[in-house]
Each structure stands twice: as C-alpha cells, then as structure tokens.
T-cell receptor
Framework: GESVGLHLPTLSVQEGDNSIINCAYS??????FIWYKQESGKGPQFIID?????DKRQGQRVTVLLNKTVKHLSLQIAATQPGDSAVYFC???????????FGKGNQVVVIP | ETGVTQSPTHLIKTRGQQVTLRCSSQ?????VSWYQQALGQGPQFIFQ???????GRGNFPPRFSGLQFPNYSSELNVNALELDDSALYLC????????????FGPGTRLTVT
C-alpha cells in the first residue's frame, strides 16, 4: 500500500517500550477529541476518545491525556508492539460542530 | 473492521472527467461524512450527510457534491477533475448529526492524470 506518513514527525520506539505521541490543537472551543491510527493502505481506525470535561482516559494499553490550559493532547501506548507501527492522528470536534479537524499526524515505527 | 465499505478501491481518471465514489455506512449509523486525504496529510472534511440532506460542508468547491440514500449509503461526486484532486477519499459513518465516534472505511484512492 502507499505510504501515509511521508515527511511526518517520526517516533522510533523499541518493542516493549512505552510510546508517547503529542498533539497540539488550535481551538479552545473544541470539546471532543479522538485519536486515530492509520496503517498504510487503510482508513483511520478509532483508538480512543476524550471529552473536554475530562483530563485523562484509559483504554486497553492506551491512555489519552488532555491539557486544556495549553491545548495539548497526548496518546500513551504501553508495551508497544510491532502492530502499533502506523501513523497516528489526533482529531478535534469544535463545539458540537459536525466535523472533525485532523492534525498532521505522527509516524510510529516499532523496532523489533 | 468497522463495517464501513467503499468502492471502488482504486480509480484512475483524466483531468476534466467526472467521478462517483460510493460508501455504505456501518449498520445502525445514519450519518456519513466524507474526507479527502492528500498524501502525507491528515484527512480534510468535505461534507456530511444526515437523513439524506447535506449537514455541513468544508472548504471545497461546488464541483464536489454528494447524495445520501434512504438506506444511509452515500455517494461523492466530483466534476471537472483537477490534478490536485488526486487523493485518498474516506467516508466515515456515525449516528446522529454530531460527529462523535466516526468510523472510517478503507478509502478510495483516486489518481487524476
């Protein structure tokens, strides 16, 4: 499949280590955030979401942290596996609007 | 897998032609949103269809149009294709007129020559 992650910031991580992917969002009115994972040749896959009235949410091996003061979102992946290699996008929903605005994406490369 | 399907998988068109892309939403979802993803970029919102009507539009010209059918499947039509229209076109389905929890299909790769 074609490469999704041309010229994207790249995080190389050893298998088994934890990964942290960061995202800065632009609009203080954003009230809902999603992290998506996109593998080469595929559509974005929903990972985890968080609403603006929360600052932390945990899923299976993933944690999302939201800092509204500095408009920063992060995704932590515990015990990174080769299958986690992909491009990760954060997306924001602005004040009940009906669209998602995506960030540029971060490429994660897991080294076996 | 999300249950969202798109067709065709790949398509090659010539500048000036017209194209129709199709999307079937996940069972139980009544809203379809379309996005354009250029190589190396994040998806950009084109428009959304809810209950067979356009429910918001991004910064795309009128030659990008769409339809939603009673079974909630949807079409994206692009007229007068330009080279810059080459991209991965993604549809995402959700429930209701908010964009929460949108689930994406695999996309249609359009190449305009």
């Amino acid at each position: 499949g074609e490469s999704v992650g041309l010229h994207l910031p790249t995080l190389s991580v050893q298998e088994g280590d934890n990964s942290i992917i960061n995202c800065a969002y632009s609009n203080s009115a954003s009230d809902y955030f999603i992290w998506y994972k996109q593998e080469s040749g595929k559509g974005p896959q929903f990972i985890i979401d968080i609403r603006s009235n929360m600052d932390k949410r945990q899923g299976q091996r993933v944690t999302v942290l939201l800092n509204k003061t500095v408009k920063h979102l992060s995704l932590q992946i515990a015990a990174t596996q080769p299958g986690d290699s992909a491009v990760y996008f954060c997306a924001e929903n602005i004040g009940g609007n009906n669209r998602l605005a995506f960030g540029k994406g971060n490429q994660v490369v897991v080294i076996p | 897998e999300t249950g969202v399907t798109q067709s065709p998988t790949h398509l090659i068109k010539t500048r000036g032609q017209q194209v129709t892309l199709r999307c079937s939403s996940q069972s139980g979802h009544n809203t379809v949103s379309w996005y354009q993803q250029a190589l190396g970029q994040g998806p950009q919102f084109i428009f959304q269809y809810y209950r067979e009507e356009e429910n918001g539009r991004g910064n795309f010209p009128p030659r990008f149009s769409g339809l939603q059918f009673p079974n909630y499947s949807s079409e994206l039509n692009v007229n007068a294709l330009e080279l810059d229209d080459s991209a991965l076109y993604l549809c995402a389905s959700s429930w209701g007129d908010r964009s929460y929890e949108q689930y994406f299909g695999p996309g249609t790769r359009l190449t305009v020559t």
